[in-house]
């Protein structure tokens, strides 16, 4: 069966400080994997999603990155932190093809910048 | 994607079905309907999708009008477990690129 992992599951971090958030996905290859924010109260944003190796597409600019170094690997980072980086961050990853529509998310990681 | 219109907030009491409509009246002859739910301070978790025939699975049923121009997502017996944010996407089935959430409907299952 496929597990998605995501961690840290929380962390509080100053702003200016850089960010470091991965995820791993096992028990499948060459999924489409996906970063979603999520502010306090506020709906699921898209940020950045992957079909493969190397392949990063940017829904929104921000001073967030993202990395797929391996095929079930996708890392999101910041060189710098800002106050508005504060949400609850959460990957998620699909088949190709017909499945392509049904995502699983993982636990997420609540990021409150201070 | 098509677009989708979802009323922003429902209730239901415990026990009783809930009825979750969605409209998506451009949506055009290979998009599929997919249903999510968002329960608090968690990820979305697929629920069920269709193309035209109703579906049903051990979490819900799908009813798809024979126009395909809106649907309706039931949850036969709600329980307190099923208070979340309820989303309605409309895609084609082999979509790999971006999938987007938008406000959703939140179901409040009251006692």
């Known amino acids: 069966s496929q597990t998605i992992h995501q961690w840290p599951a929380t962390l509080v971090q100053p702003v200016g400080s850089p960010l470091s958030l991965e995820c791993t996905v096992e028990?499948?290859?060459?999924?489409?994997l996906y970063w979603y924010r999520q502010a306090a109260g506020r709906g699921l944003q898209l940020l950045f999603y992957?079909?493969?190796?190397?392949?990063i597409s940017s829904e929104v600019p921000q001073n967030l990155s993202a990395s797929r170094p391996q095929d079930r690997q996708f890392i999101l980072s910041s060189k710098k932190l800002l106050l508005s980086d504060s949400g609850f961050y959460l990957c998620?990853?699909?088949?190709?093809?017909?499945?392509?529509?049904?995502?699983?998310f993982g636990a997420g990681s609540r990021l409150t910048v201070l | 994607d098509a677009k989708t219109t979802q009323p922003p907030s429902m209730d239901c009491a415990e026990g009783r079905a809930a009825n979750l409509p969605c409209n998506h009246s451009?949506?055009?002859?290979?998009?599929?309907v997919y249903w999510y739910r968002q329960i608090h301070s968690q990820g979305p978790q697929y629920i069920i999708h269709?193309?035209?025939n109703n579906e049903t699975n051990e979490m819900a049923s799908l009813i798809i009008t024979e126009d395909r121009k809106s649907s309706t997502l039931i949850l036969p017996h709600a329980t307190l477990r099923d208070t979340a944010v309820y989303y309605c996407i409309v895609r084609v089935q082999h979509n790999n690129n971006d999938m987007r959430f938008g406000a959703g409907t939140r179901l409040t299952v009251k006692p």
């Open positions: 992957s079909v493969g190796i190397g392949q």
């Open positions: 269709g193309l035209k």
């Open positions: 028990g499948t290859s060459n999924p489409n």
């Open positions: 998620a990853w699909s088949r190709q093809g017909a499945g392509a529509n049904v995502l699983t």
């Open positions: 451009t949506i055009s002859g290979n998009e599929y």
